[in-house]
């Protein structure tokens, strides 16, 4: 892969190249057949975006001028970095070959210049584990500001920025110290640190009171050794765009179905789970009834039996005596129950309604002519208009 920086048409970077060039000359240069290319471009604007992943889109097109391509940064939440190109320029580059990958480069001058940017000695990386400390940037690495002045063959490339966030870029040709008091006040920055490219440069700053370091650079250019991690903030074309949101939109139909089809297996399971639970069920309750059903059979036998015995046991022959009794009473009488026990001899009668006149004493005449009721004592009972006659034989002790 070879690396360019497109600064404008007169001034381009190219890898192992002797000079700056320009765009007419590296479109006829000879970079081999269908050369792979990876291209640093300078933007025509730079800026801050607020706005969600869903709205982003529409805060762009309000923002950046028409006939723009954009590439755009996750600064923090809710907040783009956005570098905006013509789109003729990116066209023109394009048909440099069939596989160019077009990068802003002030993201990559900020990767080369961050703390941040996967440089850090295997030390550092060790005490995030070791000592418990973040692996975040702290607030002030956030907030360092830094203004990188890059020294080409006649101008100056000015890249201002606050920790990740680039605030200005800008090419100039006049007077170092005169465009880079523009620059800071364009980015509002107090008391930056200068990062060059220039011995020289450095020099003549430092004797004006400003804070120098010296930067390594390719050729004089920070950022050619990080474009390659920046590659992800590319700037796409119309079709590379469609072709995200069609990979996006797949991504998100196969997640959906990914996760119905999980719902659906779920669902087949339980369904299966529980037809096999209450098929269980059934039969456990089928084959507890029929056990219900048996024990209970047996119970009854168990008591018909018992009860018989008992009932055989303690039986009183009362056939006789229920037999005297339904002989003697005339029918206005109905004999209702005869019964013995230990306390001796019982009857109770009724007297039908509407039947004709009876009374006590023919009663007491009928039982004369009985072998076990003779001589019974005898109770009345009123139910309103219902007479019942209740007989009475104490039971004979034996001698």
């Known amino acids: ?113 961050s703390k941040e940017s996967g440089r850090r000695s295997i030390v550092e990386r060790t005490q995030v584990f070791l000592l418990g400390r973040s692996a975040e940037p702290e607030a002030s690495e956030n907030q360092r500001e830094v203004v990188a002045v890059e020294v080409l063959e006649s101008a100056y490339l000015f890249t201002a920025l606050r920790g990740n966030e680039v605030l200005a870029v800008r090419l100039a040709t006049g007077d170092v110290m005169t465009e880079l008091q523009r620059t800071l006040a364009s980015a509002r920055l107090e008391a930056p640190v200068i990062v060059c490219t220039d011995e020289q440069v450095s020099l003549d700053l430092q004797a004006n009171g400003f804070e120098v370091q010296e930067a ?32 996006a939109t797949r991504k998100r139909l196969l997640g959906y179905l990914a996760v119905a089809a999980v719902a659906l297996a779920a669902t087949g399971g339980a369904r299966v789970y529980f037809g096999a639970r209450e098929a269980l069920a059934t039969s456990t309750q089928g084959t507890l009834t029929a056990e219900r059903d048996e024990q209970r059979a047996r119970l009854v036998t168990l008591h018909q039996e018992r009860l018989g015995a008992e009932v055989r046991k303690n039986s009183k022959q009362i056939r006789d005596e229920l037999f005297d009794l339904v002989t003697l009473l005339p029918p206005q009488v109905e004999l209702l129950n005869v019964a013995r026990d230990q306390k001796g001899l019982s009857a109770v009668l009724e007297r039908r309604a509407q039947a004709a006149p009876f009374s006590r004493a023919e009663l007491v005449e009928l039982l004369r002519a009985s072998s076990f009721f003779q001589g019974a004592r ?22």
Not at 94 to 101: D, E, G, Y
Not at 225 to 247: C, D, K, P
């Open 1 to 113: 892969m070879r690396r360019v920086v497109f600064i404008n048409q007169d001034l381009v970077y190219v890898e192992n190249a002797a000079r700056l060039v320009s765009m007419e000359e590296l479109a006829k240069a000879k970079l081999g057949k269908n050369p792979k290319l990876l291209v640093g471009v300078v933007p025509s604007d730079t800026s801050r975006v607020l706005a969600s992943a869903r709205t982003l889109e529409s805060a762009i097109n309000q923002q950046c001028p028409p006939g723009s391509s954009v590439a755009t940064e996750l600064m923090a939440t809710n907040t783009y970095q956005v570098y905006s190109v013509p789109d003729a320029t990116l066209d023109a580059l394009r048909a440099l070959s069939n596989r160019v990958t077009l990068v802003p480069y002030p993201a990559a001058v900020a990767r080369a210049l």
């Open 378 to 399: 005898i109770t009345e009972e009123y139910e309103g208009h219902l007479v019942r006659y209740v007989l009475t034989v104490d039971a004979v002790e034996g001698p």
């Open 216 to 247: 390594a650079a390719t050729n004089g250019f920070i950022g050619v050794g990080a474009l390659e991690q920046v590659t992800s903030i590319r700037f796409l074309n119309q079709f590379e765009s469609a072709r995200l949101r069609e990979a």
